[in-house]
Nanobody
Framework: QVRLVESGGGSVQAGGSLRLSCAAS??????????MGWFRQAPGKEREGVAG???????TYADSVKGRFTISRDNAKNTLYLQMNSLKPEDTAMYYC??????????????????WGQGTQVTVSS
């Protein structure tokens, strides 16, 4: 079982930065054994994959965030991060952390993931 809690969301002006964190409480398998991802959902839109990081630290990004967002993990702290720079109004959404065991076939496919956090809101104003 995995419990995921996101933090770090907030309101920022366009061009600004935020760092999201996702603290994981795991039982059974270690955090390092899970493929992890960040997803987002804007009002009226479907949930979409933003970034994923697999157990070998291979990273995958949506085209819309490449070069601006960086996903990382600290396995010693059971924590997943998303550094978001050069934020745009279209990045406004609820951001969710997700995890799956033992690895991802497609890291940005939300159907790959079994465990989800409650989300943290990111609002970018122009």
């Amino acid at each position: 079982q995995v419990r995921l809690v996101e933090s770090g969301g907030g309101s920022v002006q366009a061009g600004g930065s935020l760092r999201l964190s996702c603290a994981a409480s795991v039982s059974g398998y270690t955090f390092s054994s899970y493929c992890m991802g960040w997803f987002r959902q804007a009002p009226g839109k479907e949930r979409e994959g933003v970034a994923g990081i697999d157990v070998d630290n291979t990273t995958t990004y949506a085209d819309s965030v490449k070069g601006r967002f960086t996903i990382s993990r600290d396995n010693a702290k059971n924590t997943l991060y998303l550094q978001m720079n050069s934020l745009k109004p279209e990045d406004t959404a609820m951001y969710y952390c997700a995890g799956t065991y033992p690895y991802c076939y497609t890291a940005l496919d939300l159907y790959e993931y079994n465990y989800w956090g409650q989300g943290t809101q990111v609002t970018v104003s122009s």
